[in-house]
């Protein structure tokens, strides 16, 4: 059912390459069902409003991930459909020790947070990214004394850092 | 999980904020995506946001593709009319709770996929039996640490709880169960919403427990056992759909006698009225209608809104978004007591009728119009007891000029249209010509309608560029507006 809405969404955004395209978009529709699916079971998530109007704001905010635009340069999760994950993972871990040598001492912390996380985090149970910051906030002495609009701006300031260094390695 | 498996998270943390770094500091308590989806359903429905809504709109839009999803979303969910009223009334924030071993909403997981569901434990059956009353108000106590999931409703609409920071009346959602008198009132009225006096019963009898098996016995309509109102449908549905289609009938009747017999007596009428007091002059019409003002009252606003009626379904919004006219909206709380929805009446009547759009269930223009003649001359002859509360018109949208905003953004998006000339040339080298249309926008900017008023060109171009247009959003002009945008298809010089 939640893959029938999700194709009905999809046909029904006008997304170039994907809306008109004719057959059943299993290819498309699959993904973003799974994604979609751990979203929704994270333990924090909370659905406000109506599924279809979830679902439907879900997937309009990956269009630009979705169009197929030849020649585009591929956002978001594509992002990391399409490199070597192994790679990546090496990348990351190298970014982050540069990170910790920032001048932000937010950012520093986080960076530390992260590594401290992927060293000791064996047997941590969360789905996505997303869920995964957020945890940062409990797992860092330092930055659970932040409040809420606090720690977001040093989340966003550490994820742009983060994605911006990826993208200069050819992430 | 392996550091390796960490490590891609934050990758896919980072990937994934992108799309938000734009947006402003979101605090990290909000869910973005989540709050942006609720955004959209107000949007759609023509609500007015809640105050925290509307600061954090203005934050997410900062960034372009978020604003973009915001919108595009919301002119799919106003197309279809498919957002759900019932979703932001009735719910609030519907927790992801401590349910079976997922710790998911069985509403979701049933919606995900069965074999999910039955690896949280789920049972295929609804959790709680109709004649499992205890358990219900049990897990109602229990207010969001349960969800129970009832055979009649639909999945992703799920049970009531109370209204979230008054944005809209709870009345207005007509669940037809009326089970929430449970027995222990007194622990439920901490997470149900204020108990309807629908019924003729007194509230003093829900005081006094051991009347309220006599008062059951002698009123065969009260049905507050919840085993009862699971299993069977209200009985008293078939009565008041009866009723409805008798009194309308019965209106359209008096009208079709008012348009034949009354129409002479409308200038004398006029002539005399500051004369002498008119004498009956079709004594067999005026008692009708004398005895029909209070019918008209209840039936006129409320055509447009049958669903609470007769729907059974407590979630769908037709009726809602049916009643354009504040009439509809206001008179259900008179029954109901307060009103928190009074205040966006006049926003949803005006914004409303332009922004409805979709399939919405719209039964209201063909009666309208009879009763409007029809009424007038009553109210004239009977001091009327309650002002009949008059039909909203439609607000007329006439035809304006194009604002330069939106002269200039359509300029920007002439491409679309030129793709869809550039694609009929090959068919046929020689085409051009003029092709106006006829687009309404409603107050967001967001196209509501396309009309090609005049095709010179033909070969599909004018329909290719009217789907086109559908989609764009332009700046808003504040007010719903309709201007022509004449179009010359000219092949490229040289």
Known sequence: MLGELVREVLRELDIAGISEARGRLEHVVEPLRIRLVLRLSAPDFELRGSLRAFVTTWVALRRDELELVPGERPTGLRRMAQVDLVGLARAVAEVLEGLTHSHNPDVRELAHTWLALAEEGVDVDVRSGVECARMLKTASPMLSRRSEAEFANALRAFRTMLGFELSKLGY | ?494
């Open chain 2, 1 to 494: 999980m392996g550091a390796h498996k960490i490590l891609l998270l934050a990758a896919e943390d980072a990937f994934e904020f992108e799309r938000w770094r734009e947006a402003g500091p979101v605090t990290a308590e909000i869910d973005p995506e989540t709050a942006a989806a609720e955004i959209v359903e107000y949007e759609a429905l023509g609500l007015p946001l809640p105050r925290e809504l509307d600061g954090l709109r203005r934050e997410l839009e900062f960034a372009p593709a978020v604003r973009e999803a915001i919108r595009s979303s919301t002119s799919v969910l106003r197309r279809n009319g498919r957002a759900e009223v019932s979703a932001l009334v009735g719910l609030g924030p519907q927790g992801m709770l401590p349910w079976g071993a997922g710790g998911l909403d069985p509403r979701l997981l049933m919606m995900m996929d069965p074999r999910m569901a039955a690896q949280a434990g789920m049972p295929a059956e609804p959790r709680t039996r109709p004649s499992d009353s205890r358990a219900k108000s049990d897990s109602r106590r229990a207010g969001r640490a349960t969800v129970v999931v009832e055979p009649e409703r639909d999945l992703a609409s799920p049970a009531p709880s109370p209204a979230r920071g008054g944005a809209v009346e709870p009345e207005l959602v007509d669940e037809p169960d009326d089970d929430d008198r449970d027995d222990d009132d007194d622990r439920d009225d901490e997470f149900e919403p204020p108990p309807r006096q629908r019924r003729a019963s007194p509230p003093a009898a829900r005081a006094r427990k051991p009347d309220r098996a006599r008062a059951r016995a002698s009123d065969p309509d009260e049905d507050d056992d919840d085993s009862l109102v699971a299993i069977r449908p209200a009985p008293s549905r078939d009565q008041t759909n009866t009723i409805i289609l008798a009194a309308v009938s019965l209106v359209a009747v008096l009208a079709l006698l008012w348009i034949a017999f009354g129409k002479d007596d409308q200038e004398p009428v006029v002539a005399q009225a500051g004369a002498t007091p008119l004498p009956v002059v079709n004594p067999p019409v005026q008692p009708a209608p004398q005895a029909q003002v209070q019918p008209l009252a209840v039936v006129d606003p409320m055509l447009s809104d049958p669903a609470p009626a007769s729907d059974p379904r407590p979630v769908r919004t037709g009726g809602l978004r049916g009643s354009s006219s504040s009439v509809g909206v206001a008179s259900k709380p008179a029954a109901g007591g307060v009103n928190p929805f009074a205040s966006y009446n006049a926003a949803v009547a005006d914004g409303k009728p332009a922004a409805a759009g979709g399939p919405t269930p719209a039964p209201a223009p063909t009666p309208t119009p009879a009763p409007a003649e029809a009424v007038p001359a009553p109210a004239e002859a009977v001091p009327a007891p309650a002002p009949a509360p008059e039909p909203l018109p439609e607000p007329e949208l006439t035809k304006s000029k194009m604002t330069p905003p939106i002269r200039e953004a359509i300029t920007n998006k002439v491409g679309d249209l030129q793709r869809c000339y550039n694609d009929a040339l090959v068919g046929k080298p020689d085409l051009e010509g003029r092709v106006v249309f006829t687009i309404s926008i409603d107050q967001d900017g967001v196209v509501k309608k396309v009309d090609v008023s005049k095709d010179a060109v033909g070969y599909g171009v004018a329909s290719c560029a009217s789907k086109k247009i559908r989609g764009w959003t332009l700046p808003s002009a504040g007010i719903p507006i309709i201007f022509d945008l004449p179009f010359d298809f000219q092949q490229p010089k040289g």
